[in-house]
Structures are given as structure tokens and as C-alpha cells.
């Protein structure tokens, strides 16, 4: 159970903020998180006590560096179950499929193979696969979601063949927040001898992630969807394919040594994926955040969500003017529209009542293919709401009519 | 009728609200802006005069009220007016000093400068005949 009377306190955000003169709510967590005040003083710590480079000085200060950022990949192994050579730091969830269509893609696929993605898929996980296809000659195929747009087992098993090298889905998706059976769909996935690629940035802060028990072969997830700084994030892959993976980006920090004939060595992973200065204040703060995300507990933090969806899922039915798309998600996310009222506006007015919503298509631009509309608002909740967050959004929406949306501008 | 009135008013009923095949019109498609509007502004100009200008697409309120409000004030007009008109536009969603003679009807926009994230939506349709008004400028030029 989560207490968030005392969790709010952890939160700066969450002290007394106001937005457009009202108390804010803030229901865009799947945007980006509030960071708690153990992330922002691990990161000051960082500024104020011993800023230095790390891997590279043989003096004092610089080991005290060293240190905190490479014990951030124990730190993560323990929350996902990897060994820490097989955490990988970029900036980002997008920066790590990046890393993995460029790196592991461009080397391994050729003509005629098969990349399967899905429809409900974040921009970041679908652009890179178009490029890799364009310049490899493999083609992109999609597979099937169900009526509500939830990916299965049974989609993807109608689809794949010999030809499929890679599936590439999200564990929980952006715009719907449907859970994905990961175990299952990686079962079926290596079952054919593909591998499986799966984009963690709206599950990894929302429910437990084992990569050993889901056996996929790559995990990308962001630190600020999880209470961390933005601008940092990880790759896990599977140690014995970042050992074969050669990188795409080149520079200090990477290799071992290289000669003027062009003989280059390189470390091992994780190190030879990281080259140049990385961001060690982000990577430290990564660390205060999985800490902190796991002494509340994922188990608490899904368990909170899933009550406060229930709940104002039950709400806003009762309102009668409000279109919801993922009845049956099983995140704090909620995709709507009210009714005959274009997202944007909606989201506008709902805005000027103090509450924070996104509107549109939420970079999952080939959605509309499965929920039929374009634009909706996505309302997306975090351990630290509450039902009064809740009681404010059902509110705002039974209020959201034409004549208040076009209000807000005189 | 009162501001919001009108506003409301060319968002539901929108003027020049109907695009055409017609060869004799240039057409904007104006959908990078954003990744939520998606219109098109087509306009005939014929030596130096706009004389027929319509549109169409996704738009939320403020886009469509905008554009519509743009084609009824633009329409008939010659560049150079309709070059004024802008400017005093864009100065008004801008928060800077205007000329309320000329803008009519679409004062009723003038909330929008203290909303920023929608003054993209309140210049897409606008920003649409800026375009075509320069293209047209370039053949006359090459010609």
C-alpha cells in the first residue's frame, strides 16, 4: 500500500504548485516523471562535492566518481535481473534502440529478412527499423493487434516465420498502456530465431522486469519516465550478443588503444558502447532514482495505479461524455477524447483547471490505424497521485464543453 | 456578437470551408508544424488580387476559426493589403501593437497571445497564405 500523503513530501513538484492559478495535478507521467529530493541531491552531490571525470584521472576525487557511476549498473542489474556488464548507459530510451537497429541491425540483417513491429509502437521504435530496412533490403511487417489493441502471443505467432530476425514491440505501450505477455511473445520470438527487442520506457517504473525470466535479447528504457533525470538511459542486452556487436559511435573511453595503421581495440561491452564523456551526473542520479522507485515498491506502485484507473475509469464512464479507448489498460495510462471536442482543445481547458494532460498522437503516429481516431488526451498516472488528482480530472472533463474550451481564451 | 460568440461561430459553420480541384489555385499544405493540425489553404491569385481562397483539414478550434477568419479577410484582397492584414495579425497574436480596424472579426483571436502553446494553431492557416502569397510572388518574379 502506498501512503501518498507521505510520499508527496518527497516531491518538490508536488509541494503547492500551481498551474493557470489553480492547484496543480499533474497527469502526464508518461511524458516525464517528478523527481524525488534523494535524485535532485544525489545529482547536486555530484556538482557541489566531487565533480570529475571519471575513467581517467589516478586521483582521489576522480575514483569517488568512478565509483558512483559504476555502481549504478548493479544498481539497475538488480532492478531488471542482469548482470552489470550488461547494462549499457546512453541518453534514452530512443538513444538505446538507436544502438540497436544501428549496431545489432545494419551488421545482422540482410535482403529478404523480416522485421515485425506493431502498430501501437512509439516513434523511437519503429523509425530506426524503417532506415535499417531502407539500407539492408529487409522488409517491416506488422503484427496484428487484437480489437482492443493489445499485442498478443497468438498475433504474433499468426505472423512470424524462418524469414522474422527481429521482433520489436514495447512492454507496455505508450498510448494504451496494455502489458504485453513479454515472456511469452520472446518464447515464440526464438522460437524461429529471431531475436527480441523490447522497449521498456512505460513499463520499466510501472511493473516488475525480469530480463532473465522474459529472455529478451534487448531492454531500452529511460531514467526520467522513472523519477530520474532525462537525458540518460539504458540498454540492457544479452552479454554474449553485445560481445559480438560492434558500435556506431566511435571515441574516447571505448577502446583499449589504436595505431596509426588503423588497428583499433576495444573494450568489452558494456564500456565499448559508451564512448566520449557520458552523462555521470545523469547516471548517478539513474541510480538514486531506481533506489528510490525500489523502496516503494513496483509491486505497490502497479497495484496504486491499477486501483486509481479503476477508479476514475469508473468516474468518467459515469460522465457520459467522454469517449475512453483502453477501458481495460492495465497501467495508470487513460486515452480519451470527449466527445465532438478535438483533443487539443480538450486538453487546453483541462490545462486551465490546473490539470497537466497530453493531447494528440503521442508519437505513436500509426495507432490511428487501430483506435480509429488520430488525436486523444492521455492522462497517465503515477504512484504519487491521488483520488483527488482523480475527482479533479472528472471534473474538468464533465466541465469540458465547447463554449469552456473556447472560454479559456478571453 | 459577442467575441466568443464569433469565435464558436466560425469554428462550427467555418467560411470558405471547401477545397477545390480547379487548376487555377495554388494549395499549402501546412501539416509540419505540428503533429496535431493538418490543413490545406488553397488561394487563386491572378495579377497581384486573391481572388478566390478556401481550406480544409484537421484543425482544432483555433485553427479553423483562424483560417476561416483569414479567407474572409483576405479574400478580394490585393497582396499588399492582405500583406497588412498579416502583419497586424501576427503582431496581434504576438502581444504587440495593432491595428483593430483592419483585423475585424478575427480580434476575437487576441486571447491567443497569452496562451503560447497555441499560437501555432492560430497562425497555421495564416502561415499557409504567407506562402502562397510568396510563391506566387516568385513566378511573377520569373516571368
Known sequence: MINTEIIRKDFPMLDNKKMAGKPLVYLDNSATTFKPNRVIDAINDFYHNYTSNIHRGEYELSQKADNAYDSVRGIVGRLINCSEKEVIFTSGATNSLNIVAYSYGLQNLKEGDEILLTLAEHASNVLPWFDVAKRTGAVINYIPLDEEGRLTPEGLKSVISEKTKIVAFASVTNVLGFIADVKELCRIAHQYGAIAVVDGAQSTAHIKTDVKDWDCDFLAFSAHKMCGPSGVGVLYGKKEILDAMVPFTYGGGSNARFEADGTVILKDAPEKFESGTPDMEGVIGLGAAVKYISSVGLDNIYEHEKQLRDYVVRKIKELGNVEIYNEHGDTGIIALNVKDIFAQDAASYIGSQGIAVRSGNHCAKMLHNVIGVTETIRASFYFYNTYEDADRLVEALKNCTIENCIGIFF | ?143
Open chain 2, 1 to 143: 456578437m459577442i467575441l466568443r460568440e464569433i469565435l464558436l461561430d466560425h469554428y462550427e459553420y467555418p467560411h470558405n470551408h471547401k477545397l477545390t480541384d480547379s487548376p487555377d489555385f495554388r494549395e499549402a499544405h501546412m501539416a509540419s508544424e505540428s503533429c496535431i493540425d493538418d490543413i490545406r489553404v488553397q488561394a487563386k491569385i491572378e495579377d497581384g488580387v486573391i481572388e478566390d481562397i478556401r481550406f480544409d483539414g484537421r484543425a482544432c478550434t483555433i485553427s479553423t476559426a483562424s483560417t476561416s477568419m483569414m479567407t474572409d479577410l483576405v479574400k478580394g484582397k490585393t497582396i499588399e493589403q492582405a500583406k497588412e492584414i498579416m502583419d497586424n495579425y501576427f503582431a496581434m497574436i504576438d502581444g504587440r501593437e495593432f491595428d483593430e480596424t483592419i483585423l475585424d472579426e478575427a480580434i476575437a483571436l487576441q486571447g491567443v497571445s497569452k496562451q503560447a502553446n497555441r499560437i501555432k494553431c492560430a497562425t497555421i492557416g495564416w502561415h499557409g497564405l504567407e506562402k502562397l502569397i510568396a510563391e506566387s510572388e516568385e513566378d511573377n518574379d520569373g516571368k
